[in-house]
């Protein structure tokens, strides 16, 4: 795997950590018909393996982060949702579809929070930001989220909004960046940091290499499949992850450009190549996404079952359709059954 630079919000304790692992058992055998023993195996492989990599258990994590699930593990996939911008509707629609498929891990591709407030951009004069209210609104949803779904782990892979905060700390001063809070030793604005995590909760933030957002760190799953908050933007859907994939020769799944779509191809060195881009769940009227015209942008989120070692990841569109009321609703389609939003 790629090169990682771990840091660590605070050192780990065992007990928690067999604790956790024994959580995890119960809920899954409870939830699932499988064999206990394998399950148990399996699971403490992995979860020894991750702590090997000191990732589950600790908040902050630097770098492509090396996670190897077990079968049986079922993963959702959130794009872009950049609250307080979300599609409200579809937010509660996406939190029903999860308190019914319960995953056992959830990957947030990035850009979850907008981070309006902090942006370099210049701003509409009317629209009000207020960035403690939009990290006060990311951490309330990722808790409903992590609540909902009953989810083992949240992995929230940094996105190029989230590092706004870092951004506009270095604009001033690069030294105001790297300042730290002398009680946590972490950077003193950092993003989790601002969220109000602590080590132990089941979340994990994922920086790039230097511990930036957006551009470096993701998560790599079972050694094929890696999740970006994606670097390469093209205009076509599906033509970023694409370019993503030819250049790391291993399949992507990404965010970032709000775009839509999947491909694959055959290669004679590792065999089929996977790309993903997973689409965004924003509210295109919304003011702080006011850069949004003429879009090929499009709303989704996608489902994972791990099977025979690997990740297969079924895409979820949501579309926009107008029911008999001719009210705009948003419908998506996910393991058979159809969920709807309220009508806008
Ligand atoms: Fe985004």
Partial sequence: MTNTKVTVSSASDPKDASRRV???????ARS??????????????????????????????????DLHLPDG??????????????DRQVTFMVKQWLAEFRPDIIILIGDAADMFGLSRWPKPPRVVANTQMELDETR?????????????????????????????????????????????????????????????????????????????????????IKFIHGNKVRPKPGASPYAEADAAGKSIGQGHTHRYAKRARR????????????????DERHPYLGYAFNTNWHQGVASGHVHGGLLHI?????????????QIQSVMLADGKLYQSSGY
């Fill in 314 to 326: 079924q895409m979820v569109p949501i579309k926009k359709i107008k029911n008999s009321a001719g």
């Fill in 140 to 224: 309330r949803i990722v808790d409903e989220v992590i609540e909902c779904s009953g989810c083992l782990h949240l992995f929230y892979i940094l996105g190029n909004h989230e590092d706004r905060g870092r951004r506009s700390q270095i604009d001033p001063n690069g030294n105001v960046a790297s300042l730290l809070d002398p009680t946590t030793n972490e950077p003193i604005l950092n993003f989790h940091q601002l969220m109000g995590y602590k080590p132990g909760d089941p979340i994990t933030f994922i920086y790039g290499a230097f511990e930036d957002g957006g551009f470096g760190g993701g998560i790599l799953t079972n050694d094929e």
């Fill in 267 to 282: 290669n004679t060195k590792n065999g089929l190549i996977r790309s993903y881009e997973f689409g965004f769940l924003g």
């Fill in 32 to 65: 699932r018909n499988l064999n206990i023993d394998s399950v148990r195996q399996a699971l403490r492989d992995a979860i020894k393996r991750a702590n090997d990599m000191r990732a589950l258990g600790f908040l902050h994590y630097a770098g492509v982060l």
């Fill in 22 to 28: 024994r959580r995890i058992v119960d809920k899954l």
């Fill in 73 to 86: 593990t079922k993963v959702a996939i959130i794009p872009d949702w950049h609250i307080p911008a979300h």
